[in-house]
């Protein structure tokens, strides 16, 4: 079946603009996460939705970040007034919540210029 | 909350020989210990997990063992392939959050041929 999708796969944007990173995931997978991963780094976690619950936030980097899940599926994640550190690998996952397995998406590399 | 430190960073080993990598964590109500490959350019993959009900678990060439008393899981590799050659993180469950995996930094695994 389908796996995580992302998009779009690759984004160049000049310092200053806003982009938004969409992630499709699994069908019927309830859990949804964002991470950063810069240049031979590890997992920087960002955003997790569970169901109706409230995200958990606590790892976004600064209000310039947000995101939002709309109907239980589709993600999107904004970066606002972009930085040259915002340059990075966004990767997204999904799962059937829990301690099932998390499916990672292909990612968006961001390039900030 | 939880922290999850991995070693080493880095590890060379002859094709053939066996690898181990290390990690500790600090929540002893973490539950559930995945381990995730990820391969140049590509996205994080499952490839085995323990729960804290059992000591060992062994899925052909690569095992994971865990000490709860100690604090600390361990991922093993056997009769090495070039195939192998990878980064791989551990995580483990906070155990006081609805399944929020924290990460270890990862370790870069070199097959020498």
């Known amino acids: 079946g389908a796996g995580v999708s992302q998009s779009p796969s690759n984004k160049v944007t000049e310092k200053g603009k806003d982009v938004e990173l969409r992630c499709d995931p699994i069908s019927g997978h309830t859990a949804l996460y964002w991470y950063r991963q810069s240049l031979g780094q590890g997992l920087e976690f960002l955003i997790y939705f569970q169901g109706n619950s409230a995200p958990d936030k606590s790892g976004l980097p600064s209000d310039r970040f947000s995101a939002e899940r709309t109907g239980g599926s589709v993600s999107t994640l904004t970066i606002q007034r972009t930085q040259q550190e915002d340059s990075a690998v966004y990767l997204c996952a999904s799962s059937l919540g829990g301690d099932s397995p998390l499916h990672f998406g292909n990612g968006t590399r961001l390039t900030v210029t | ?113």
Not at chain 2, 21 to 34: E, G, H, L, R, V
Not at chain 2, 64 to 92: G, M, R, W
């Open chain 2, 1 to 113: 909350g939880e922290n999850v430190e991995q070693h080493p960073s880095t590890l060379s080993v002859q094709e053939g020989d066996s690898a181990v990598i290390k990690c500790t964590y600090s929540d002893s109500a973490s539950n559930y210990f995945p381990w995730y490959k990820q391969e140049l350019g590509k996205r994080p993959q499952l490839i085995i997990d323990i729960r804290s009900n059992v000591g060992e678990k062994k899925d052909q060439r690569i095992a994971v063992t865990l000490n709860k008393t100690a604090k600390h899981f361990s991922l093993h590799i056997t009769e090495t392939q070039p195939e192998d050659s990878a980064v791989y993180f551990c995580a483990a469950h906070e155990g006081d959050s609805n399944y929020q995996l924290i990460w270890g930094a990862g370790t870069k695994l070199i097959i020498k041929p």
